[in-house]
């Protein structure tokens, strides 16, 4: 854990490299009121976070990402804000630990913007893109773990079709990876996104590039997003003081499902398997759900930011 109170130097940005999304459904949904406290999981550029300190002068905030560069950023452009203001680099799953070493629980709300921001998108030597030639990296915090480069070189053709099959839903996971061994090595995001292009027998009609999928599957494994995620929900649940909001931004199915899933089970008065002929769990609901179905973003906001397209939010209230 590494706190960054005054401790960054940061360059200075004239524009911010990523627009937040759905913020005045986001506002809406944390319902920040004056002296709450906060934790944004995905700081990011810092965008939500400018939104509610802007909204509600006395509200602190937590902010938690896992890139540091981001956090620098975010640091230089929520300067104004310092004293209402923590900054920790970090992995939201320890959301909890994180929260408590700052004696910064229990909150009024947790905001979760998943996935990566537009800069580290548009950042080749981050390795995201299959737009843009870079090293086959993908990782957000770029001084740890492994690298995509890792699992496209030396994963086997099984362990790459489930992947890319189970996290990219991609239906012909099996024909990718059969391509991925056959031209390893593979160096660079062009070089792999060429792969899955001939692998697929592109150009077929197709709404989204081929390589979408297998480029989400393999940014989910190197960031162990899926595991983060789940364990965050839960460390979520941790920090909310009774009425504090849960808000989460998710962009493709996989995600958004476990948030589903996850909101749905705390929300359950018993969660035994329905082949028991009575209840033996003893659990009791944590979350209230506040929307019965997702929030999407308008059409305007999906005109005027094509990355919103996808956007999904989930809104539950801790019992
Ligand atoms: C969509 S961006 C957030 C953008 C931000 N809300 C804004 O308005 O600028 C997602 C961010 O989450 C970070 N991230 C992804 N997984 C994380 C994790 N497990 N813990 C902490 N940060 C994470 C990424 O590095 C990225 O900066």
């Not at 509610?52 to 620098?72: K, Q």
């Not at 680099?89 to 629980?105: C, E, P, Q, T």
């Amino acid at each position: 854990m590494t706190s960054l109170a005054n401790e960054i130097d940061a360059p200075r940005i004239t524009e911010p490299a990523h627009t937040p999304v759905m913020v005045q459904e986001m506002l809406l949904a944390l319902a920040p009121v004056e002296g709450g406290s906060f934790i944004d999981c995905n700081l990011g550029e810092g965008g939500h976070t400018e939104a509610i300190l802007n909204g509600v002068r006395s509200a602190r905030v937590l902010g938690i990402d896992l890139d540091y560069d981001a956090l620098m950023r975010a640091s230089e452009r929520l300067s104004k804000w310092t004293s209402q203001l923590t900054l920790h680099h970090g992995n939201f799953a320890d959301l909890y630990k994180i929260a408590s070493s700052y004696r910064h629980v229990p909150v009024s709300g947790v905001l979760f913007d998943l996935g990566l921001s537009s800069a580290q998108l548009d950042t080749p030597d981050r390795g995201f893109s299959f737009r843009h030639e870079g090293r086959l990296d993908m990782r957000f915090n770029h001084s740890t773990g492994i690298s995509a480069h890792d699992i496209v070189n030396r994963w086997s053709v099984e362990e790459l079709e489930s992947l890319i099959h189970d996290l990219g839903e991609e239906p012909r996971a099996g024909r990718v990876a059969r391509g991925i061994v056959r031209n390893r090595p593979i160096e660079t995001t062009l070089e792999l996104a060429t792969v899955v292009i001939k692998a697929l027998n592109w150009p077929t009609y197709s709404r989204i590039h081929p390589a979408t999928r297998t480029f989400q599957a393999l940014r989910m494994a190197v960031n162990e997003e899926k595991e983060n995620l789940e364990r965050g929900l839960e460390e979520a649940v941790l920090s909310l003081n009774s009425g504090g909001r849960l808000v989460v931004i998710s962009y493709h199915s996989v995600e958004d499902r476990i948030v589903k899933n996850f909101i749905r089970r705390s929300a359950a008065s018993c969660i035994c398997p329905p082949s028991l002929p009575e209840c033996v769990c003893n659990s009791s609901p944590t979350l209230t759900p506040i929307n019965k179905r997702v929030i999407k973003p308008t059409v305007s906001e999906t005109q005027d930011n094509p990355r919103a397209r996808s956007a999904r939010m989930r809104v539950a209230e801790r019992i």
